[in-house]
Nanobody, 123 residues
Framework: QVQLVESGGGSVQAGGSLRLSCAASGLTFSSYGMGWFRQAPGKEREFVATITRSGGGSYYAALVKGRFTISRDNAKNTVYLQMNSLKPEDTAVYYC????????????????WGQGTQVTVSS
């Protein structure tokens, strides 16, 4: 059974930082591209970042490029999202997902999803 478990969410003031983690089990982690998505109340789920199977390539949504960094540790079956210079508009539930080989930015391209972790940024 595949499980993706996010952690590291919380409340932070604008300008602060958080690091999200997503621990995967039940799948050959290094065979999957990994992605982060987010969903704010009343809005559709949106793409945040993705990383290739080896970790050698990554791609970001324009809204977070330069502020967020995705990385992975295949030895630990974990993907990370370092979020710096957070803004109130970054408030959302953040989800990690596994699928494809990397560079996927559409939700339907992912096979497995975590349950999400809440990030709240106050002004």
């Amino acid at each position: 059974q595949v499980q993706l478990v996010e952690s590291g969410g919380g409340s932070v003031q604008a300008g602060g930082s958080l690091r999200l983690s997503c621990a995967a089990s039940g799948l050959t982690f290094s065979s999957y591209g990994m992605g982060w998505f987010r969903q704010a109340p009343g809005k559709e789920r949106e793409f945040v970042a993705t990383i290739t199977r080896s970790g050698g390539g990554s791609y970001y949504a324009a809204l977070v490029k330069g502020r967020f960094t995705i990385s992975r540790d295949n030895a630990k079956n974990t993907v990370y999202l370092q979020m710096n210079s957070l803004k109130p508009e970054d408030t959302a539930v953040y989800y990690c997902a596994a699928g494809g080989s990397g560079y996927q930015s559409r939700a339907y391209e992912y096979d497995y999803w975590g349950q999400g972790t809440q990030v709240t940024v106050s002004s």
